[in-house]
């Protein structure tokens, strides 16, 4: 069985933080679904990925410059990767700066898109399965009420991945506001690790599956079934031969 792989990038500095614990459930579970799932966590805030959009990355940007090492390395990272999944607390009614950086630096043009002389933009990124998971203060009554659930979706979802051609195959909200307590949301991130861990098994199956009717199937002998055919002319109903 092929190795389904998932990478999931963590943004909070604080590592006793319920992102974390949110980020770990999800791993367990999506290992637990399948023995062929495999999971990497990157810890932005552990790791001190720069999230600066410096001039060296701008010239990467306008193709008049190699992109730095740093974000070339967190594009192999996710070329590694079946699944992306990003675990992280809501600031402002986004994502958090570090992480917007990491995205700003790494979903560069070239790679996740191309934008084209006559003005067309190529999405790149439409074999990877992307996965979001945030973490919010507020009730989801008061997300949707304002409005913010639904410009988050917009900017991130759609505006971010969508234009890469990546789909988000699931965006969930956990809401402390909601919950009564916090082993409530950690139960809902081993749910949505093992549908993602499930999904990949089932993906897997699948793809065997249609390997298997792809196959050339042996070629018959004529004869053989020509005489098979006449027998079976002489066959009297009900009696063996």
């Not at 943004?11 to 062929?36: C, K, M, Q």
Request: proline fraction near 5%; glycine fraction near 8%; include cysteine.
């Amino acid at each position: 069985m092929k190795p389904m792989h998932s990478l999931i990038v963590v943004s909070h500095p604080n590592p006793a933080a319920l992102t974390h614990a949110v980020a770990t459930e999800i791993e367990h579970a999506i290992i637990a679904a399948s023995p062929a799932n495999s999971v990497e966590i990157a810890d932005l805030s552990e790791e001190g990925f720069d999230p600066r959009f410096s001039r060296s990355d701008v010239a990467a940007f306008n193709v008049e410059g190699p992109l730095a090492d740093d974000a070339r390395a967190e594009q192999l990272r996710i070329e590694r990767a079946a699944n992306l999944i990003l675990v992280y607390p809501v600031y402002w009614w986004s994502m958090p700066g570090l992480l917007k950086g990491w995205i700003d630096r790494v979903f560069t043009n070239g790679w996740a898109y191309d934008e084209n002389a006559d003005g067309k933009v190529e999405k790149k990124l439409g074999w990877l399965r992307v996965h979001l998971v945030a973490v919010a203060a507020a009730g989801s009554e008061m997300y949707t009420r304002r409005g913010y659930l639904q410009a988050m979706t917009t900017q991130i979802d759609h505006g971010i991945f969508d234009y890469c051609g990546a789909p988000v195959l699931s965006s969930n909200m956990l809401s402390i506001a909601d919950a009564d307590t916090t082993g409530e949301l950690l139960v809902e991130a081993r749910r949505i690790g093992a549908q993602i861990g499930v999904g990949e098994a089932s993906r897997a199956a699948a793809r065997r599956s249609a390997q298997r009717r792809r196959q050339p199937r042996p070629q018959r002998d004529e004869r053989r079934d020509r005489n098979a055919r006449a027998l079976a002319r002489c066959t009297i109903p009900g009696r063996g031969q």
